[in-house]
């Protein structure tokens, strides 16, 4: 239970706390060919950044025309992406650092993501970071996906914080904008440079318009503290 006041963050997984777009791309690349749609680029990926795995499958049923059902391609993508992230997958250093500073000073924290709940633990023990959140919520687990704010209102009941007194960090427009309607602060660290002047982003407290190479953890956590409703 947070108490009354105190701050929470709450963190994206996918291209906030971790560079897993690599790859998702991968992992989407390989299923597309595998039935019959080659030529599946980066560019064609980043246009699914920030949505779900299962959103993003829907698309994909839609825009390339996949007979095969929602719960088979899901799975299989979850199969193929899992196999690449339990080989490699990158913590950004500032962000790592991030986290420590977070738990040095006993600020509750939880992981609110897209991915599936196997990706997220796959993901959060592979890099270490499981002794770090032990809270975090799947899409899967909530009614609706991103823009939509349930995710992170789940994080925020399992950690026993109140919306106002929660801080999301997210990479994607999407997200955002979910934390928006959540009622949380939020910074913003856009994956995709060139998508920072969605309108979207202009809802972050805090825009760190060049990304992961202009995140600090001391520019952040000066900002959430700095930031913090006054107690009434």
């Known amino acids: 239970m947070v108490l009354p006041g105190a701050t929470a ?21 390989r299923l597309l060919a595998d039935r019959g749609v080659p030529g599946f680029t980066w560019a064609d990926h980043e246009r699914y950044v920030g949505i779900s795995t299962q959103e993003t499958l829907a698309l994909f049923q839609e825009r390339y025309g996949l007979g095969a059902p929602l719960d088979e391609l899901l799975a299989e993508t979850n199969r193929r992406y899992l ?3 339990r080989a490699s997958t990158l913590v950004y250093p500032e962000m790592r650092v991030f986290v420590e500073l977070l738990a040095g000073e ?18 959060l023990s592979g890099t ?15 009614a609706r996906g991103k ?20 801080v999301v960090l997210e990479d994607a427009a999407p997200g955002v904008a979910a934390a928006h309607a959540a ?25 760190l318009r060049g990304g992961q190479a202009e995140f600090t953890a001391r520019t952040a956590y000066d900002w959430i503290m700095g930031s913090a409703p006054t107690p009434s």
Request: charge should be negative.
């Open 106 to 123: 006993g600020v509750p924290m939880a992981v609110a993501s897209g991915s599936s709940s196997e990706a997220i633990e796959a993901i």
């Open 128 to 142: 270490g970071l499981d002794s770090r959140f032990t809270t975090y919520v799947s899409a899967d687990e909530v």
């Open 183 to 207: 009622g949380m602060r939020c910074i913003a660290v856009p994956y995709v440079a060139a998508r920072a002047d969605d309108p979207a982003f202009a809802e972050a407290g805090l825009l």
């Open 147 to 166: 823009p939509a704010p349930d995710v992170f209102l789940e994080a925020a009941r399992r950690l026993g914080a109140a919306p106002a007194d929660c």
């Open 9 to 29: 963050v709450v963190f994206d997984l996918d291209g906030t706390l971790v560079d897993s777009e690599p790859n998702y791309f991968e992992a989407a690349r």
């Open 83 to 85: 196999e690449l992230a």
